[in-house]
C-alpha cells in the first residue's frame, strides 16, 4: 500500500487551482442555498424567518465552520481576482466570462451587508436581525432593497453555472438536470417572495410605536455615529476591492507590455500552419487567438491530456513541466520530454510541434460533419476478457473454423455483458473491452461488471458442452475489472470513428486481465471494484500486484472461480438492505 507521505504528494500533485475554486464554491454555494431556504420562510411569518436564522447560524457561525467558511470566502475571492489576471483568452460563446464577471461583482455589493450585520456585531454588539434588515430595506432605506435584490440574484445565477460546469461530465446530470432546474428557478423565487412577504409585515408593523420600541433599540441598530463608523469602513473596504480589481487589470497590461517588449515567437503546428504570438502565452491560447482548431476536452485546465503536442526539434529549451502538467503525463503514462500539454507550456522561442489528438472541425463547405462526442469525463468499470490458447486454437483448423469459434466466444462473452446491463465496446482480435456505467451509478456499475464475469463464465461453459465434439481442450478465458475516471467520447479518424473510453482505469484493467496467465485464475478484480460494490472484506483473496506505469503496487482480489462471483454480489446486497 501506498505510504501516507507518498499519498499526500499525489494529492498535491493531482490538485489543480481550479479544483480549489471548485470546492470553495460548492462550501459558499451551501451558504446561499441555506441563506435562500431561510428567506423563504417569509412566505409563513417574519416569527418564521426569525426561528429559521437561528439555526442557520447556529450551524455558520459554529467556530471551526466560521473560520473554513471565511477562509474559503476569501480564497474564492482572491482565486476570481487571479483567474482575472491569469486568463488571456475566453471562449466568448460560452458562459464563463459572464460567470466571472457575475462573481467578481458580488464583493462589492454585499460588502455593506457583510459589514453592518457581521462587523456590526463584532465592533459593536448590534443583533441586526430580520426585522431590523427588513425594516431597513423597506422602511428606512428602500434603495437598499434593489442592490440586495440583484445581489442574490447575481449570487445565485454566479453558483448555478458553477455547478453546471461542475455536474455537467457527471454521468447522472442528464437524469438530475431536469430536477436541478427546477430547484434553480424555485428557491430563488420562493427566496424573493419570503423577503417581501416579510417586508410587507413589518412595514405595516413598524407604524406601531411599541414595535419600534422593541425593535430599533440601539443594541439592535446601534447609533448614527456607530452607523457611520460601519459606514465609512464599508467605503475603505470597497474602494480597496475596486483598488484590487484595478490592480489585476493593470498587471495584465504590464504583462502584455513586456510581452510585446519582449518580441514576438513563431509557432509551426507541422501542417504549414504558422503563427506569431507574444512571448509567454500558451500553446492552446495562441491556437484560440487565431482560430486554428486545436483538441482540449477539459477547456485548458489541465484535466484531460487531448490538447498534447509533440514538440519537433530541440526540447531541452523548454520550461520545464509545471507540477500539474507533470502529473498529467505521468498518469498518461509517457516520460517523453518532447510531448507537453499545450494549454500549460508557454514557450519563449520560436517552436515547431504536431498535435497528438486531431480535433473535430467542420467540413469545407461549411456545414457540421455527424456531431461527434468529443469527449467525457466520468467513472466507469472497465472489464476486459481474452480468449485462452486462441493461437493453438487456429493452428489445427482451417482460417473461416477458428473465426467461427473465436465469433462463437466473443458472442458469448457479449450476451452476459449486456444481460448484466453492460456495453460490448472494442472487440480486438480474440479480447473484448466491455463498459459499465453508461447509464448507472458506481456502485451499480462495479456490481453489473462482476455478474457479467460470472456469466461471461456460464455461457462459456454451455459454449464448451456445445463445442465438445469440436474442441481438444474447453475454451479457457481471463478477466480483468477496474473503475475509474475515464475520458469517453469518438476516437478516430474520418469514417472510422468509433465511441470508445481512454484513460488510467482502462490500462489497468488490460493489464490485471494479463495477470490471470501468471496468477492462475479466471479473473483479477481490482480492490476499488471490491470496495465499491460493497462486498467485505474477506470475501476474496487479497494480493498486491505491480502494474506497470505505477510507482506503488496496487491491491487487487483474485477469482479462481468467477462463477461465484454474482452469488457474492448478490450476498453483498441482501446485507446492504
Request: hydrophobic share 45%.
Amino acid at each position: 500500500m501506498a505510504s501516507a507521505p507518498a499519498q499526500m504528494s499525489e494529492l498535491v500533485r493531482a490538485t489543480s487551482v481550479r479544483q480549489v475554486r471548485l470546492i470553495c464554491g460548492v462550501i459558499l454555494f451551501c451558504y446561499v442555498i441555506s441563506h435562500f431556504l431561510n428567506h423563504a420562510l417569509g412566505n409563513i411569518s417574519v416569527e418564521a424567518m426569525e426561528a429559521g436564522v437561528y439555526y442557520h447560524t447556529l450551524f455558520w457561525q459554529f467556530l471551526p465552520v466560521a473560520i473554513v467558511f471565511y477562509t474559503t470566502a476569501l480564497t474564492h475571492m482572491g482565486l476570481g481576482i487571479y483567474a482575472l489576471y491569469q486568463r488571456r483568452q475566453f471562449r466568448w460563446r460560452t458562459i464563463e466570462p459572464l460567470q466571472l464577471v457575475l462573481g467578481l461583482s458580488i464583493p462589492a455589493l454585499i460588502m455593506a451587508h457583510v459589514v453592518g450585520v457581521r462587523l456590526g456585531y463584532t465592533l459593536y454588539d448590534h443583533q441586526k436581525l430580520y426585522p431590523q434588515e427588513l425594516y431597513l430595506f423597506f422602511v428606512a432605506a428602500p434603495g437598499r432593497l434593489w442592490q440586495m435584490t440583484i445581489l442574490l440574484l447575481i449570487a445565485w445565477v454566479h453558483g448555478c453555472i458553477g455547478i453546471f460546469f461542475w455536474l455537467r461530465l457527471k454521468p447522472f446530470f442528464t437524469r438530475a438536470a431536469p430536477y436541478l432546474l427546477a430547484a434553480a428557478v424555485l428557491v430563488p423565487t420562493l427566496s424573493l417572495l419570503g423577503i417581501y412577504q416579510g417586508g410587507r409585515s413589518v412595514a405595516i408593523e413598524a407604524d406601531d410605536g411599541e414595535w419600534r420600541t422593541h425593535n430599533l433599540t440601539r443594541r439592535q441598530v446601534g447609533t448614527v455615529a456607530e452607523g457611520n463608523t460601519l459606514d465609512r469602513i464599508t467605503g475603505i473596504l470597497t474602494l480597496g476591492y475596486f483598488g484590487l480589481l484595478g490592480l489585476a487589470l493593470a498587471a495584465r497590461g504590464v504583462r502584455a507590455w513586456r510581452e510585446r517588449r519582449g518580441g514576438m515567437i513563431a509557432l509551426s503546428y507541422g501542417n504549414g500552419k504558422t503563427v506569431r504570438v507574444p512571448k509567454g502565452l500558451s500553446v492552446l491560447e495562441a491556437s484560440l487567438r487565431h482560430n486554428v482548431p486545436h483538441a482540449s476536452v477539459c477547456g485548458g485546465r489541465a484535466r484531460c491530456s487531448t490538447c498534447r503536442i509533440r514538440v519537433i526539434g530541440d526540447h531541452g529549451v523548454l520550461p520545464e513541466p509545471s507540477q500539474r502538467e507533470a502529473f498529467v503525463l505521468t498518469r498518461v503514462g509517457t516520460n517523453d520530454p518532447s510531448i507537453r500539454l499545450a494549454c500549460q507550456l508557454r514557450p519563449m522561442s520560436d517552436l515547431s510541434f504536431f498535435q497528438l489528438f486531431t480535433p473535430h472541425t467542420h467540413s469545407t463547405d461549411g456545414q457540421a460533419s455527424t456531431p461527434a462526442r468529443i469527449g467525457q469525463e466520468r467513472y466507469l468499470v472497465s472489464l476486459f476478457v481474452d480468449m485462452r490458447g486462441s493461437t493453438q486454437l487456429a493452428e489445427k483448423r482451417l482460417p473461416f473454423d477458428t473465426v467461427f469459434i473465436v465469433n462463437r466466444f466473443l458472442g458469448a462473452v457479449s450476451q452476459a455483458v449486456i444481460e448484466n446491463g453492460g456495453q460490448p465496446n472494442q472487440f480486438v482480435g480474440d479480447g473484448m473491452l466491455a463498459l459499465f456505467g453508461l447509464t448507472a451509478d458506481p456502485q451499480t456499475a462495479c456490481r453489473q461488471a462482476l455478474k457479467a464475469a460470472s456469466g461471461i463464465a456460464t455461457h462459456i461453459d454451455e459454449l464448451n458442452q456445445l463445442l465438445s465434439h469440436d474442441l481438444r481442450q474447453p475454451i479457457r478465458f481471463g478477466i480483468g475489472i477496474h473503475g475509474g475516471e475515464v475520458i469517453i467520447g469518438d476516437i478516430g479518424y474520418r469514417d472510422h470513428i468509433v465511441f470508445t473510453a481512454l484513460g488510467d482505469a482502462v490500462n489497468v484493467a488490460a493489464r490485471l486481465q494479463d495477470m490471470t496467465k501468471t496468477l492462475a485464475c479466471e479473473a483479477i478484480v481490482s480492490d476499488e471494484i471490491r470496495n465499491t460494490a460493497g462486498l467485505a472484506d474477506d470475501t476474496l483473496p487479497q494480493q498486491e500486484v505491480a502494474i506497470r506505469g505505477r510507482d506503488e503496487p496496487m491491491a487487487v482480489r483474485i477469482v479462481a472461480d468467477a462463477r461465484e462471483l454474482a452469488a457474492l454480489v448478490d450476498q453483498g446486497e441482501r446485507v446492504a438492505a
